[in-house]
């Protein structure tokens, strides 16, 4: 209450005074100038600053980081950022993982590996040879086949992370992309889906060619979603393509439910996620709840949540597969929006408020020749331009 009273007889002293555009800057001093004590003794406040040159230097960064380890460990009432940025990450929930069980490869058996492959190839004449000469090949798909018998599906879970797959798809949970889903466009296979790459939609404008290692009788599921699209909700996505009860790795078999659409960003929007999950199925199901009508060019109808189908379907299926890529409008868009949704599109465009110029002066002293062309166009009376 003191305090108070001291900031409301200092902001009326002020109006009084004529400080009226200065009151609410005495209203924060008084405010500001009312500190609690410390709980303890603050950090180097036994050190004598006046001195300088008597300080104790550490005369090397080593020991200087000695120092700095010491006090570190030391118990101090105060805290440091890390130390809240750790409590955030105690009291945070636990992710849940409902992928497939996954168990990354040894650190230590890979160098171990890796080092047995070393001294092999430095007995190879040949390889030695080829290397001296500077005619040595590494062939790239043995190293992508084995990059993702190894460490490929943890860098996948880590860019999906980073594109906030996860947290858009599946809040509070995870799943380690462990069959290498392998996406293409095109009749040549030349617009290939990665993990973020770029396409149009003058490109992804047909049923790509899906390609994964399955067993001759397992069942799988593939959807084809998007959760920046939604033109009315943000908390919704639009469903592109669903296939459900796919024997092996054949998709063409497998019960579409809903058929393929192309990528329809709206313009002005910047670039949208296109994302392909891949689902293991224990057994058949039955997707007549899921099942669109043919053609299914309403948007109503295709207004889709993966969560809520996963919920729906979690203990049947278990994701296993991920592909994205990243999508922003072209000419293309404007034919989807007015041939097969029949409708109008959809254009968001940033308003830019008129530049401001103060009112023109007659004689413009100091100012540079280009003060004029200012006001060349302007509706008011211009001095000076003819």
């Known amino acids: 209450m003191a305090l108070r009273s001291s900031a409301c007889v200092l902001l009326r002293a002020a109006v009084d005074a004529g400080l009226k555009h200065h009151a609410r800057g005495l209203r924060f001093t008084a ?5 609690s004590p410390p709980q303890g003794p603050m950090p180097n406040e036994d050190i004598d600053q006046t001195p300088l040159d008597s300080l104790k230097k550490y005369r090397s960064y080593t020991r200087y980081v000695r120092a700095a380890e010491d006090a570190d460990r030391k118990d ?10 750790d409590e ?10 409902i992928g497939l ?7 230590k058996t890979e160098v171990k590996e890796r080092k047995k492959v070393m001294l092999e190839n430095k007995k190879n004449p040949e390889m030695e040879r080829d290397n001296r000469l500077r ?9 992508k086949t084995q990059w993702e018998q190894t460490n490929g599906p943890y860098h996948i879970k880590r860019l999906a992370e980073h594109y906030g797959i996860y947290k858009d798809l599946f809040p509070m949970a995870y799943f380690m992309p462990q069959v290498m889903l392998r996406v293409a466009y095109g009749e040549d296979s030349s617009a290939a889906v990665h993990y973020g790459n770029h396409l149009t939609p003058s490109q992804a404008a047909q049923a790509p060619r899906i390609h994964f290692e399955a067993e001759e009788n397992s069942l ?6 998007s959760p920046d699209e939604h033109l009315l909700d943000g908390e919704q996505e639009y469903l592109h393509w669903l296939v459900g009860n796919i024997p092996g790795n054949s ?3 497998g019960e579409e439910l809903c058929h393929y659409t192309l990528p329809f960003p709206a313009r002005g929007t910047g670039f949208h996620r296109y994302i392909y999950i891949l689902f293991k199925q224990e057994h058949p199901v039955d997707f007549s709840a899921d099942l669109r009508s043919f053609p299914c060019y309403c948007l ?3 207004t889709f949540r993966t969560l809520d189908f996963y919920r729906k379907h979690q203990d049947i299926i278990t994701p296993a597969g991920l592909a994205f890529f990243q999508c922003q409008w072209d000419q293309s868009v404007s034919h989807t929006f007015h041939t097969l949704l029949d409708m109008r599109e959809p254009v968001f465009e940033y308003d830019r408020p008129p530049v401001y110029h103060p009112p023109q002066k007659k004689y413009p002293h100091g100012q540079p020749l280009r003060y004029l062309d200012r006001y060349r166009n302007g509706a008011d009376k211009t001095y000076g331009i003819y």
């Not at 101090?76 to 940025?85: A, E, N």
């Not at 799988?220 to 979603?225: E, G, I, N, P, Q």
């Open 31 to 35: 405010v500001l100038g009312h500190q």
């Open 76 to 85: 101090v009432w105060w805290k440091t950022y890390r130390k809240y940025r």
């Open 88 to 97: 955030e990450k105690k009291e945070a929930v636990e992710l849940v993982n």
């Open 101 to 107: 069980p996954y168990q990354r490869p040894s650190r």
């Open 135 to 143: 005619t040595f090949r590494i062939p790239l798909d043995r190293v």
């Open 220 to 225: 799988w599921t593939l959807l084809l979603t």
């Open 251 to 253: 998709v063409s078999s």
């Open 300 to 302: 109503k109808q295709r």
